[in-house]
């Protein structure tokens, strides 16, 4: 078996006249931790949105697990193993963390995700079970993902991403507006999540987390890569410091 899970080669996306992701080749190992980071617009989501499937490339090419999915669609992708949270939160504030949960955990035993009665799938309720006591989420179990803190509403959904059984897990920004607790709590968490049978790619703005738990580290900037290895050897890049770490350094201009 092929040690990388991931290779991403001259990946490239236009919206319009703009190269949102131009030309990005790297790979993500199985059991790693890879995260990409960069400046805002640098191209981040947008990388996830075509790996995940979301969007179609313009450009390059996706293998993921052995298979070239280039252009495969999100389910397709969900099939294959990739499984994904949003920046933008993705849930149903107006069903119960549980239901939010099974939809999920249903989606590959009934295709599409319907919702079913409570108790159609056996295998689907354990899992829920399973994931709502590992995410601490059982004392919530029903209460509708509306009325959750911010901090366990990203909890949820990393638990519905990991719902599917994916082989890989994109997580984009989960720390994004949570509490020092909680980003501290969701590093723990993906750093256990990751192993033999999980591979994780993170897009963060938290550096000092990406640079903590990453096995490899992707920079990205004005949708170029700009560099890739290891959290020292990006950190230590002469390019990366002058494009991204300096640039952060400086206060933020409006
Ligand atoms: N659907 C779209 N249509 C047009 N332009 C888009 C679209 N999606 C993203 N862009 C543009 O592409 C560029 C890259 O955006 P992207 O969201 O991928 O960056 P990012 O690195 O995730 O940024 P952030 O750190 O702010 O989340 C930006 O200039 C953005 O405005
Ligand atoms: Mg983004």
Do not use: W
């Not at 990991?162 to 590093?187: F, I, R």
């Amino acid at each position: 078996m092929d040690k990388a899970i991931l290779k991403v080669e001259g990946l490239s996306v236009r919206f319009g006249a703009l190269k949102a992701v131009n030309k990005v080749g790297f790979e993500a190992q199985r059991g790693h931790i890879t995260s990409v980071i960069g400046p805002n617009g640098a191209g981040k989501s947008s990388l996830f949105n075509i790996i995940s499937g979301a969007i179609r490339p313009t450009g390059g090419k996706v293998l993921f697990d052995g298979r070239d999915t280039t252009g495969c669609t999100a389910d397709q992708m969900v099939r294959a193993g990739l499984s994904r949270s949003f920046q933008i939160t993705n849930l149903f504030f107006e069903l119960s963390v549980r239901e939010n949960l099974r939809l999920a955990a249903q989606f590959l035993e009934h295709g599409r995700g319907l919702l079913l009665p409570t108790g159609h799938s056996r295998r689907a309720n354990d899992r829920v079970d399973a994931l709502l006591e590992r995410f601490a989420l059982h004392s919530r179990a029903d209460e509708l993902a509306g009325y959750l803190s911010h901090g366990e509403q990203r909890r949820l959904e990393i638990a519905t991403a990991l719902a599917c059984q994916p082989k890989m897990l994109l997580l984009d920004e989960p720390t994004q507006g949570m509490s020092l607790t909680d980003t501290q709590e969701t590093e723990a968490l993906i750093r256990e999540l990751a192993g033999d049978d999980l591979s994780i790619l993170l897009v963060e703005h938290d550096v000092e987390l990406v640079m903590n738990i990453s096995d490899h580290v992707v920079v990205m900037h004005q949708g170029e890569k700009l560099a890739d290895g290891t959290p020292l050897e990006v950190r230590a890049d002469p390019q990366v410091q002058a494009a991204y770490f300096g640039e952060i350094r400086e206060p933020a201009h409006a």
